[in-house]
């Protein structure tokens, strides 16, 4: 299909310059881009709706072409048969009110010989099904990635160097990809989160329409610049040696975010297969500091008529595991006065830490959607969300002091690839 091919030589780098390996003869440079205009907006003027770590999205009385809207230049340069260069820049709205400019990949690919190749730069952080080409909305059927699974992780990006082997067994193809190097995400509020002596591992094997993946990141993580945290953490400790309870500087020590270990372990599976069209993952991330443990995952379905595709997606996140409250609800009798209001602010503030801040939270999503290729390398997309906060407002941003219930929330966007 020719939107597969085109897919690929945008959103798979690895793959192009494989192909420039087996046939140039002369250095060579392609330029190619991708981007999305969509407008995005929702049933209520209590809660934004954004994709994972942006600061403001849509609402009622003020829809959004910022939450779903992107645009991506790349450039593709073959020296010779064994040696490439790939850069990505990247506009989009991602932590800050406006749109920014990043460079989204910047690597050098070197092929050893038809199975084995390695890259060193700025490549794709392998951490999703889709993590190759996640912003480029003409690649994938819905219209924006569930919003539950893909703010797991704030890094989309990995600095270091990955191998790459790839070896077919008749009908079926197998890529084993191994990484390492470290990350950082500015996040919404001025937080910065790194992620250092990160390594991956990705085994994915293709047999016809389908395609198998299994994916594992671990890495130290380090998040810093949050006032709201600090302050906290330093209350606790002052409070733990100030009314003699040290359980309240052990939990203060397990909340803190500074070098403490994180992983996500994710499986995929997709298929297109007589106009039948699933894709589905499912995910771990687990940690050891006030960042929560959860699970995720997302069922799509669809059935492709001509150049029109139903869909339909469903995905939930939910927490696994966070530090136990050991603050007090009220001080033993004989501490001062002071004590017990004091154990019920830190008890409240840590009871919310789990609910608190890019990728917290808990929510379900129910989807309808459907894509239109109206055009060569074009894609007018529709869908509907029934977004529903399991507790306080799940993962909508700026909502108003209680604000908990189900909102509609619905975009139309423009996919295009050049």
């Not at 403001?56 to 073959?78: E, F, H, M």
């Not at 909305?137 to 893909?150: D, I, K």
Request: neutral net charge; proline residues 4%.
């Amino acid at each position: 299909m020719n939107k597969q091919i085109i897919v690929v030589a945008l959103a798979l780098p690895l793959a192009l310059s494989s192909a420039f390996a087996q046939e140039l003869t002369a250095p060579t440079v392609k330029i190619s881009g991708f981007g999305t205009g969509a407008l995005t907006f929702s049933n209520t003027d209590q809660a934004e709706f954004g994709r994972a770590n942006q600061a403001s999205g849509a609402k009622r009385n003020s829809p959004s072409t910022g939450v779903d809207s992107n645009l991506g230049l790349q450039a593709d340069i073959g020296v010779n048969s064994w040696l490439s260069f790939t850069g990505q820049g990247l506009v989009r709205r991602d932590a800050e009110d406006d749109f920014g400019a990043e460079l989204s990949l910047g690597f050098a690919k070197v092929r050893v010989n038809d199975h084995f190749s390695f890259r060193i730069g700025r490549t794709a952080m392998p951490t999703f099904m889709i993590s190759d080409f996640r912003n480029v909305g003409y690649a994938n059927n819905f219209l924006r990635a569930p919003v539950e699974m893909y703010s797991q992780v704030p890094y989309s990006a990995l600095d270091g160097i990955d191998a790459t082997y790839q070896q077919s067994f008749g009908d079926t193809t197998i890529t084993g990809n191994v990484g390492f190097g470290r990350s950082q995400a500015k996040i919404v509020g001025g937080v910065t989160a790194e992620a250092n002596h990160t390594t991956s591992v990705n085994l994915t094997a293709e047999h016809g329409p389908f395609t198998a993946r299994f994916s594992r990141v671990d890495a130290k993580i380090t998040i810093t610049g949050s006032s709201n945290l600090s302050n906290l953490l330093n209350n606790l400790r002052a409070a733990g040696t100030g009314y003699r309870m040290p359980q309240l500087n052990t939990l203060a020590d397990q909340l803190t975010p500074i070098d403490k270990d994180g992983s996500f372990t994710s499986v995929g599976l997709t298929m297109d297969w007589n106009n039948i069209v699933a894709q589905s993952e499912f995910a771990k991330r687990k940690n050891n500091s006030y960042v929560t443990s959860t699970t995720s995952w997302y069922v799509m379905g669809g059935y492709r008529f001509g150049k029109v595709l139903p869909y339909f997606i469903q995905s939930k996140l939910k927490i696994d595991d966070f530090p136990t409250n050991v603050v007090p609800a009220a001080c033993p009798a004989g501490y001062p006065a002071a004590c017990t209001p004091t154990m019920a602010t830190l008890r409240g503030y840590v009871a919310g830490l789990p609910y608190y801040g890019t990728g917290q939270g808990e929510q379900s999503t129910t989807s309808l959607g459907m894509r239109w290729d109206f055009h060569n390398s074009m894609a007018l997309k529709a869908q509907i969300d029934r977004v529903k906060p399991a507790v306080g407002n799940g993962l909508l941003i700026n909502a108003a002091p209680g604000f908990q219930r189900d909102i509609t929330v619905g975009a139309v966007a423009l996919d295009f690839v050049f």
